[in-house]
Protein backbone atom coordinates (compact mmCIF):
# COMPACT_ATOMS: atom_id res chain seq x y z
CA UNK A 1 0.00 0.00 0.00
CA UNK A 2 2.66 2.15 1.04
CA UNK A 3 4.45 1.86 -1.94
CA UNK A 4 1.70 2.43 -4.07
CA UNK A 5 1.26 6.11 -2.52
CA UNK A 6 4.33 6.39 -3.24
CA UNK A 7 4.17 5.56 -7.13
CA UNK A 8 1.41 7.94 -7.40
CA UNK A 9 3.78 11.11 -5.62
CA UNK A 10 6.40 10.02 -8.20
CA UNK A 11 3.67 10.26 -11.49
CA UNK A 12 2.39 13.74 -10.13
CA UNK A 13 6.20 15.38 -9.01
CA UNK A 14 8.29 13.58 -10.70
CA UNK A 15 11.76 11.37 -8.65
CA UNK A 16 12.52 14.49 -7.43
CA UNK A 17 10.88 14.36 -4.14
CA UNK A 18 12.11 10.34 -3.77
CA UNK A 19 15.55 11.72 -3.59
CA UNK A 20 14.83 14.71 -0.87
CA UNK A 21 13.51 13.84 2.89
CA UNK A 22 12.18 17.23 3.35
CA UNK A 23 9.75 18.06 1.32
CA UNK A 24 10.99 22.09 1.63
CA UNK A 25 14.02 21.05 -0.43
CA UNK A 26 11.37 20.16 -3.12
CA UNK A 27 11.25 22.87 -6.07
CA UNK A 28 10.00 22.43 -9.60
CA UNK A 29 11.89 21.79 -11.48
CA UNK A 30 10.59 24.94 -13.95
CA UNK A 31 12.04 27.33 -11.06
CA UNK A 32 15.56 26.37 -10.88
CA UNK A 33 15.84 26.96 -14.66
CA UNK A 34 13.99 29.74 -15.46
CA UNK A 35 14.88 32.94 -16.70
CA UNK A 36 13.68 35.89 -15.76
CA UNK A 37 13.18 37.68 -19.35
CA UNK A 38 12.41 34.67 -21.12
CA UNK A 39 9.48 33.09 -21.47
CA UNK A 40 10.29 29.15 -22.03
CA UNK A 41 11.31 27.56 -18.80
CA UNK A 42 13.90 25.54 -20.43
CA UNK A 43 15.91 27.30 -23.11
CA UNK A 44 18.94 27.80 -24.40
CA UNK A 45 21.13 30.88 -25.14
CA UNK A 46 23.10 31.12 -28.18
CA UNK A 47 24.61 33.35 -29.61
CA UNK A 48 23.20 34.58 -33.02
CA UNK A 49 24.33 36.25 -36.48
CA UNK A 50 21.89 39.41 -35.59
CA UNK A 51 21.49 39.89 -39.32
CA UNK A 52 17.73 39.27 -38.66
CA UNK A 53 17.74 40.37 -34.78
CA UNK A 54 18.28 44.02 -33.14
CA UNK A 55 22.37 44.48 -33.46
CA UNK A 56 24.87 45.74 -35.49
CA UNK A 57 24.60 43.32 -38.20
CA UNK A 58 28.04 43.73 -40.15
CA UNK A 59 30.12 41.46 -41.80
CA UNK A 60 33.13 43.53 -40.54
CA UNK A 61 34.61 40.51 -38.36
CA UNK A 62 34.02 37.78 -41.15
CA UNK A 63 35.38 39.87 -44.17
CA UNK A 64 38.66 41.20 -41.57
CA UNK A 65 38.94 37.18 -40.91
CA UNK A 66 39.18 36.59 -44.75
CA UNK A 67 41.50 39.17 -45.58
CA UNK A 68 43.80 38.26 -42.88
CA UNK A 69 44.12 34.86 -44.76
CA UNK A 70 44.09 36.48 -48.17
CA UNK A 71 47.07 38.68 -46.95
CA UNK A 72 48.60 35.38 -45.66
CA UNK A 73 48.75 33.46 -48.89
CA UNK A 74 49.46 37.12 -50.94
CA UNK A 75 52.81 36.84 -48.50
CA UNK A 76 54.02 33.17 -48.80
CA UNK A 77 53.77 33.71 -52.34
CA UNK A 78 56.23 36.82 -52.89
CA UNK A 79 58.62 34.84 -51.06
CA UNK A 80 59.82 32.95 -54.67
CA UNK A 81 58.54 36.34 -56.67
CA UNK A 82 61.25 38.19 -54.58
CA UNK A 83 63.92 35.95 -54.86
CA UNK A 84 63.55 35.41 -58.64
CA UNK A 85 62.43 38.77 -59.18
CA UNK A 86 63.76 41.36 -57.14
CA UNK A 87 63.30 44.93 -58.06
CA UNK A 88 61.18 48.22 -57.01
CA UNK A 89 57.62 46.34 -57.51
CA UNK A 90 58.61 43.58 -55.55
CA UNK A 91 59.82 45.61 -52.74
CA UNK A 92 56.95 48.38 -52.73
CA UNK A 93 54.51 45.14 -52.45
CA UNK A 94 56.47 43.45 -49.62
CA UNK A 95 56.89 46.78 -47.93
CA UNK A 96 53.04 46.80 -48.25
CA UNK A 97 51.79 43.19 -47.17
CA UNK A 98 54.81 42.59 -44.89
CA UNK A 99 53.36 46.20 -42.58
CA UNK A 100 49.70 44.59 -43.19
CA UNK A 101 50.36 41.22 -42.05
CA UNK A 102 52.22 42.53 -39.02
CA UNK A 103 49.73 45.03 -38.27
CA UNK A 104 47.01 42.91 -38.28
CA UNK A 105 48.82 40.15 -36.49
CA UNK A 106 49.97 42.37 -33.70
CA UNK A 107 45.97 43.52 -33.51
CA UNK A 108 45.01 39.93 -32.89
CA UNK A 109 47.78 40.17 -30.15
CA UNK A 110 46.28 43.01 -28.23
CA UNK A 111 42.64 42.13 -28.67
CA UNK A 112 43.72 39.20 -26.89
CA UNK A 113 45.91 40.56 -23.87
CA UNK A 114 44.67 44.02 -23.34
CA UNK A 115 41.18 45.16 -21.62
CA UNK A 116 39.21 47.80 -20.66
CA UNK A 117 37.68 50.36 -23.64
CA UNK A 118 40.26 52.92 -22.78
CA UNK A 119 43.03 50.92 -22.65
CA UNK A 120 41.70 49.29 -26.00
CA UNK A 121 41.75 52.78 -27.53
CA UNK A 122 44.91 53.57 -26.37
CA UNK A 123 46.70 50.48 -27.41
CA UNK A 124 45.20 50.40 -31.26
CA UNK A 125 46.40 54.22 -31.92
CA UNK A 126 49.85 53.21 -30.52
CA UNK A 127 49.70 50.22 -32.94
CA UNK A 128 48.27 52.26 -35.94
CA UNK A 129 51.26 54.51 -35.28
CA UNK A 130 53.93 51.82 -35.66
CA UNK A 131 52.70 50.58 -38.73
CA UNK A 132 52.06 53.86 -39.95
CA UNK A 133 56.11 54.89 -39.39
CA UNK A 134 56.83 51.09 -40.41
CA UNK A 135 55.23 50.87 -43.71
CA UNK A 136 56.78 54.89 -44.25
CA UNK A 137 60.27 53.76 -43.17
CA UNK A 138 60.36 50.84 -45.63
CA UNK A 139 59.17 53.17 -48.43
CA UNK A 140 61.89 55.40 -47.43
CA UNK A 141 64.25 52.93 -47.73
CA UNK A 142 63.08 51.10 -50.79
CA UNK A 143 63.55 54.73 -52.54
CA UNK A 144 65.93 56.23 -50.96
CA UNK A 145 68.61 52.78 -50.03
CA UNK A 146 68.72 50.04 -51.66
CA UNK A 147 65.66 48.51 -51.23
CA UNK A 148 64.45 45.35 -49.22
CA UNK A 149 65.39 42.59 -51.45
CA UNK A 150 68.77 43.96 -51.88
CA UNK A 151 69.26 44.07 -48.57
CA UNK A 152 68.71 40.61 -47.71
CA UNK A 153 71.01 40.09 -50.75
CA UNK A 154 73.92 41.98 -49.45
CA UNK A 155 73.38 40.38 -45.74
CA UNK A 156 73.42 37.19 -47.30
CA UNK A 157 76.35 37.43 -49.86
CA UNK A 158 78.37 38.62 -46.36
CA UNK A 159 81.44 35.53 -46.21
CA UNK A 160 83.69 34.87 -43.77
CA UNK A 161 86.77 36.74 -44.38
CA UNK B 1 7.32 -4.53 -8.28
CA UNK B 2 10.66 -3.14 -9.44
CA UNK B 3 10.03 -3.44 -13.04
CA UNK B 4 6.43 -1.67 -12.27
CA UNK B 5 7.95 1.07 -10.22
CA UNK B 6 10.38 2.00 -12.52
CA UNK B 7 8.21 1.89 -15.59
CA UNK B 8 5.43 4.10 -13.56
CA UNK B 9 8.29 6.36 -12.57
CA UNK B 10 9.55 6.75 -16.03
CA UNK B 11 5.85 8.21 -16.90
CA UNK B 12 6.16 10.19 -14.26
CA UNK B 13 9.37 11.44 -15.05
CA UNK B 14 8.08 12.50 -18.75
CA UNK B 15 4.62 13.89 -17.79
CA UNK B 16 6.91 16.28 -16.22
CA UNK B 17 8.91 16.90 -18.79
CA UNK B 18 6.02 17.32 -21.33
CA UNK B 19 4.70 20.08 -18.86
CA UNK B 20 8.53 21.46 -20.30
CA UNK B 21 7.44 20.38 -23.64
CA UNK B 22 9.66 23.11 -24.77
CA UNK B 23 13.25 21.29 -23.69
CA UNK B 24 15.51 22.74 -26.04
CA UNK B 25 13.56 23.24 -28.73
CA UNK B 26 13.73 26.82 -28.67
CA UNK B 27 16.81 28.70 -28.62
CA UNK B 28 16.67 32.32 -27.65
CA UNK B 29 19.16 34.58 -29.32
CA UNK B 30 21.03 37.08 -26.99
CA UNK B 31 20.77 40.89 -27.02
CA UNK B 32 24.93 41.15 -27.27
CA UNK B 33 27.55 40.28 -29.17
CA UNK B 34 30.56 38.07 -27.88
CA UNK B 35 32.68 41.20 -27.72
CA UNK B 36 30.15 43.28 -25.62
CA UNK B 37 29.54 40.36 -23.61
CA UNK B 38 33.47 39.97 -22.89
CA UNK B 39 33.58 43.58 -21.80
CA UNK B 40 31.11 43.50 -19.72
CA UNK B 41 33.22 40.35 -18.02
CA UNK B 42 36.25 42.08 -18.00
CA UNK B 43 35.22 45.71 -16.37
CA UNK B 44 32.87 43.66 -13.55
CA UNK B 45 35.67 41.76 -12.61
CA UNK B 46 38.18 44.03 -12.73
CA UNK B 47 36.22 46.64 -10.74
CA UNK B 48 35.46 43.80 -7.90
CA UNK B 49 39.51 42.90 -7.76
CA UNK B 50 39.04 39.46 -8.66
CA UNK B 51 42.22 37.21 -8.58
CA UNK B 52 42.60 35.30 -11.58
CA UNK B 53 42.41 31.28 -11.67
CA UNK B 54 46.41 29.81 -12.22
CA UNK B 55 46.10 28.38 -15.80
CA UNK B 56 49.17 28.88 -17.59
CA UNK B 57 51.35 28.29 -14.42
CA UNK B 58 49.57 24.75 -13.50
CA UNK B 59 48.70 23.80 -16.77
CA UNK B 60 51.20 20.56 -18.14
CA UNK B 61 52.54 22.35 -21.34
CA UNK B 62 51.93 20.31 -24.40
CA UNK B 63 53.79 20.42 -28.27
CA UNK B 64 50.58 22.08 -29.67
CA UNK B 65 50.51 24.46 -26.96
CA UNK B 66 54.12 25.35 -27.29
CA UNK B 67 54.30 25.52 -31.06
CA UNK B 68 51.01 27.99 -30.88
CA UNK B 69 52.64 30.27 -28.19
CA UNK B 70 56.04 30.17 -30.54
CA UNK B 71 54.33 31.27 -33.34
CA UNK B 72 52.91 34.38 -31.60
CA UNK B 73 56.21 34.70 -30.22
CA UNK B 74 57.94 34.87 -33.59
CA UNK B 75 55.37 36.92 -34.95
CA UNK B 76 56.06 39.80 -32.26
CA UNK B 77 59.62 39.34 -32.40
CA UNK B 78 59.76 39.49 -36.56
CA UNK B 79 57.05 42.65 -36.53
CA UNK B 80 59.10 44.23 -34.14
CA UNK B 81 62.23 43.57 -36.29
CA UNK B 82 60.75 44.93 -39.30
CA UNK B 83 59.65 48.02 -37.33
CA UNK B 84 63.03 48.84 -35.55
CA UNK B 85 64.42 48.10 -39.14
CA UNK B 86 62.27 50.97 -40.70
CA UNK B 87 62.76 53.45 -38.01
CA UNK B 88 66.23 52.74 -37.99
CA UNK B 89 66.11 53.84 -42.45
CA UNK B 90 64.36 56.76 -41.33
CA UNK B 91 66.77 57.90 -38.30
CA UNK B 92 70.22 56.81 -39.32
CA UNK B 93 72.25 59.40 -41.37
CA UNK B 94 74.18 56.70 -43.58
CA UNK B 95 73.35 54.25 -46.11
CA UNK B 96 71.94 50.34 -45.76
CA UNK B 97 75.68 48.88 -47.38
CA UNK B 98 78.30 51.65 -45.19
CA UNK B 99 76.13 49.75 -41.66
CA UNK B 100 76.24 46.26 -43.02
CA UNK B 101 80.35 46.53 -43.80
CA UNK B 102 80.53 48.55 -40.80
CA UNK B 103 79.33 45.11 -38.58
CA UNK B 104 80.94 42.54 -40.77
CA UNK B 105 84.10 44.56 -40.57
CA UNK B 106 84.04 44.01 -36.46
CA UNK B 107 84.19 40.62 -36.77
CA UNK B 108 82.62 39.10 -33.83
CA UNK B 109 84.26 35.96 -34.44
CA UNK B 110 84.10 33.34 -37.17
CA UNK B 111 81.06 31.86 -36.45
CA UNK B 112 79.42 35.17 -36.18
CA UNK B 113 78.09 35.32 -39.64
CA UNK B 114 76.47 31.63 -39.79
CA UNK B 115 74.83 32.20 -36.17
CA UNK B 116 73.52 35.41 -37.31
CA UNK B 117 71.97 34.03 -40.64
CA UNK B 118 70.60 30.99 -39.05
CA UNK B 119 69.12 33.74 -36.36
CA UNK B 120 67.21 35.58 -39.07
CA UNK B 121 66.36 32.42 -40.74
CA UNK B 122 64.96 30.28 -37.43
CA UNK B 123 61.49 32.54 -36.95
CA UNK B 124 61.14 33.20 -40.43
CA UNK B 125 61.08 29.97 -41.16
CA UNK B 126 59.29 28.29 -38.15
CA UNK B 127 56.10 31.41 -38.70
CA UNK B 128 56.32 30.35 -42.55
CA UNK B 129 55.49 27.12 -42.56
CA UNK B 130 53.58 26.68 -39.07
CA UNK B 131 51.53 29.98 -40.60
CA UNK B 132 51.00 26.85 -43.84
CA UNK B 133 49.75 24.95 -40.63
CA UNK B 134 47.11 27.54 -39.86
CA UNK B 135 46.05 28.09 -43.32
CA UNK B 136 45.22 24.25 -43.25
CA UNK B 137 43.26 24.10 -40.05
CA UNK B 138 41.45 27.17 -41.79
CA UNK B 139 40.10 24.84 -44.38
CA UNK B 140 38.80 22.98 -41.79
CA UNK B 141 41.56 20.11 -42.21
CA UNK B 142 43.69 18.20 -39.62
CA UNK B 143 42.04 18.88 -36.04
CA UNK B 144 41.79 15.41 -34.91
CA UNK B 145 44.53 15.27 -32.02
CA UNK B 146 47.03 12.46 -33.81
CA UNK B 147 46.82 14.75 -36.90
CA UNK B 148 47.60 17.64 -34.86
CA UNK B 149 51.09 16.57 -33.61
CA UNK B 150 52.11 14.86 -36.89
CA UNK B 151 51.63 18.33 -38.80
CA UNK B 152 53.36 20.05 -35.69
CA UNK B 153 56.43 17.75 -35.84
CA UNK B 154 56.50 18.57 -39.43
CA UNK B 155 57.06 21.80 -38.89
CA UNK B 156 59.56 21.77 -36.67
CA UNK B 157 61.62 19.13 -39.02
CA UNK B 158 61.01 21.83 -41.80
CA UNK B 159 62.11 24.68 -40.23
CA UNK B 160 65.06 23.58 -38.64
CA UNK B 161 65.85 21.87 -42.06
CA UNK B 162 65.34 25.33 -43.53
CA UNK B 163 67.02 27.02 -41.22
CA UNK B 164 70.11 25.21 -41.50
CA UNK B 165 70.05 25.26 -45.43
CA UNK B 166 69.46 28.91 -45.56
CA UNK B 167 72.42 29.62 -42.88
CA UNK B 168 74.84 27.78 -44.74
CA UNK B 169 74.11 29.69 -48.25
Not at chain 1, 66 to 80: C, F, K, M
Not at chain 1, 125 to 134: K, P
Amino acid sequence: MAALVRISSVCHRGVSPLLFRSSSLIRPLAVQKKDRDCPYLISAKIHATPSNYAGSGSKAASLHWTGERILSIVLLGLAPVAYYYPGPAVDYTLAAALTLHGHWGLGQVLTDYVHGDFKIKMANAGLFLLSTVTFAGLCYFNYHDVGICKAVALLWSKRLD
Amino acid sequence: MALLLRTVARQGLCSSRLQFAVLYRHAVPMGTTAKEEMNKFWTKNTRLNRPVSPHVSIYKWSVPMMMSISHRGTGVALSSGISAFALAALVLPESYPYYLDLIHSMSFGPQFLAFSKFALAFPVAYHTFNGIRHLIWDLGKGFRIPEVYRSGYIVIALTVVTSIGLAAM
